[in-house]
């Protein structure tokens, strides 16, 4: 499956953000989903999971209750709602994608990734 992440930009604290990952090239609705970031100097972190059906999401400390991932299977897309931005959301974030069953939020389990989209959130 190949994943297309957009949607990132520059926002202003407390402002909020979608992104979407569009996939194409097989059934959508057959992979676990997630949503990583990479901010300047650091390793990349797992933000949000969310299964198959959409039924079961998982979320880092750092972003619960301010962030939500969806998924809409019959249009090949899953979407991080980001609100209430803070500047240490500043990141390159990265949705990817995971064959097989079991959920898994480490980065080392996903085997397609989108090339990431910049969001910058200025204080």
């Known amino acids: 499956v190949q994943l297309q992440a957009s949607g990132g930009g520059l926002v202003q604290a407390g402002g909020s953000l979608r992104l979407s990952c569009a996939a194409s090239?097989?059934?959508?609705?057959?992979?676990?989903m997630g949503w990583f970031r990479q901010a300047p100097g650091k390793e990349r972190e797992s933000v949000a999971r969310i299964s198959w059906s959409g039924g079961n999401t998982y979320y880092a400390d750092s972003v619960k209750g301010r962030f939500t991932c969806s998924r809409d299977n019959a249009k090949n897309t899953g979407y991080l709602q980001m609100n209430n931005l803070k500047p240490e959301d500043t990141a390159v974030y990265y949705c990817?994608?995971?064959?097989?069953?079991?959920?898994?939020?480490?980065?080392?389990?996903?085997?397609?990734w989108g090339q990431g989209t910049l969001v910058t959130v200025s204080s």
């Open positions: 990817a994608a995971r064959s097989g069953t079991g959920y898994y939020t480490s980065q080392r389990y996903y085997n397609y």
């Open positions: 090239g097989r059934t959508f609705s057959n992979y676990l």
